[in-house]
């Protein structure tokens, strides 16, 4: 009944900044409690940052500071800013929501970030 769809990913060079976005579609919206998590090559997914339905945010040691996760709950939609990225930032990024007792997942976005 949910379904995840990412965007805003791309090619940056270092010290550049990408804003990604998961509409979500099915569902309430406002239930969701949501996570961006990366998978680099060669790596295991990890978990970036995470938003409760009702805001609660934490981030991962490796980006605090640079990325802001956030959602709009009108819209049906997460964000993840990334600012000041990194090369060690390249991977595929997905976002998740849990609802009624499930993972939900999208399908991916590429974020490359050159030197």
């Known amino acids: 009944q949910v379904q995840l769809v990412e965007s805003g990913g791309g090619l940056v060079q270092a010290g550049g900044s990408l804003r990604l976005s998961c509409a979500a579609s099915?569902?309430?919206?406002?239930?969701?409690?949501m996570d961006w998590h990366r998978q680099a090559p060669g790596k295991q997914r990890e978990l970036v940052a995470t938003?409760?339905?009702?805001?609660?945010?934490d981030y991962a040691d490796s980006v605090k500071g640079r990325f802001a996760i956030s959602r709009d709950n009108f819209a049906s939609t997460m964000y993840l800013q990334m600012n000041s990225l990194k090369p060690e930032d390249t991977a595929v990024y997905y976002c998740?929501?849990?609802?009624?007792?499930?993972?939900?997942w999208g399908q991916g976005t590429q974020v490359t970030v050159s030197s």
């Open positions: 099915g569902g309430t919206f406002s239930f969701y409690d």
């Open positions: 938003i409760t339905r009702r805001g609660s945010t």
């Open positions: 998740k929501a849990y609802l009624l007792g499930r993972d939900y």
